[in-house]
T-cell receptor, first 114, second 113 residues
Framework: SQQGEEDPQALSIQEGENATMNCSYKTSINNLQWYRQNSGRGLVHLILIRSNEREKHSGRLRVTLDTSKKSSSLLITASRAADTASYFCATDAEASGSARQLTFGSGTQLTVLP | DADVTQTPRNRITKTGKRIMLECSQTKGHDRMYWYRQDPGLGLRLIYYSFDVKDINKGEISDGYSVSRQAQAKFSLSLESAIPNQTALYFC????????????FGPGTRLTVT
């Protein structure tokens, strides 16, 4: 079962615009992570936000977390064609205990048009 | 050199054949994972290992087996491949002393005909 679900499934924007992707999850978490996947390649970790954090920044990335709504958003500012990729949220559920497994959502396919 | 490598990168095999996918890492991490990815879907966990003596089933372990030969090596086997095992397979590692972010290999594209 998918713990995290991204919205929208696909997003197409012009270079320079901001891109916002959302993730909803079902159970209490230790942390939430965002990953990027270029077509047919492995996932690359972008940013991690802990359950006691509300916002985090890394370069052009801004992540928010609302544990009361069980949701997170990833904002990419001033997008570039090279940002074209699939973006996945992954949750580390409290219930997994020491196992600390990640459960991945189905992803948002972002296309940035030059 | 890549920190997490997978071999082969592409494989076409026939139904009923046994196949092994291999993963090696130079990150020194204790935790290793095998996932599969199907088109339009996220990753689903097949097996994971926290050290050489520890193997755990994930969400979709049926039809698969694993072997942790050393800290750096974690192999996934399909005992008798079937067409619905056609997918992209990823190996990943993580450092259990840190924040549990995972580092992924480049993937193996497996086609079962």
């Amino acid at each position: 079962s998918q713990q995290g679900e991204e919205d929208p499934q696909a997003l197409s924007i012009q270079e320079g615009e901001n891109a916002t992707m959302n993730c909803s999850y079902k159970t209490s978490i230790n942390n939430l992570q965002w990953y990027r996947q270029n077509s047919g390649r492995g996932l690359v970790h972008l940013i991690l936000i802990r359950s006691n954090e509300r916002e985090k920044h890394s370069g052009r990335l801004r992540v928010t977390l609302d544990t009361s709504k069980k949701s997170s958003s990833l904002l990419i500012t001033a997008s570039r064609a090279a940002d074209t990729a699939s973006y996945f949220c992954a949750t580390d559920a409290e219930a997994s205990g020491s196992a600390r497994q990640l459960t991945f959502g189905s992803g948002t396919q972002l296309t940035v048009l030059p | 050199d890549a920190d997490v490598t997978q071999t082969p990168r592409n494989r076409i095999t026939k139904t009923g054949k046994r196949i092994m996918l291999e993963c090696s890492q130079t990150k020194g991490h204790d935790r290793m994972y095998w996932y599969r990815q199907d088109p339009g879907l996220g990753l689903r966990l097949i097996y994971y290992s926290f050290d050489v003596k520890d193997i755990n089933k994930g969400e979709i372990s049926d039809g698969y087996s694993v072997s942790r030969q050393a800290q750096a090596k974690f192999s996934l086997s399909l005992e008798s491949a079937i067409p619905n095992q056609t997918a992209l397979y990823f190996c990943a590692t993580s450092d259990d002393a840190n924040s549990y972010e995972q580092y992924f290999g480049p993937g193996t594209r497996l086609t079962v005909t």
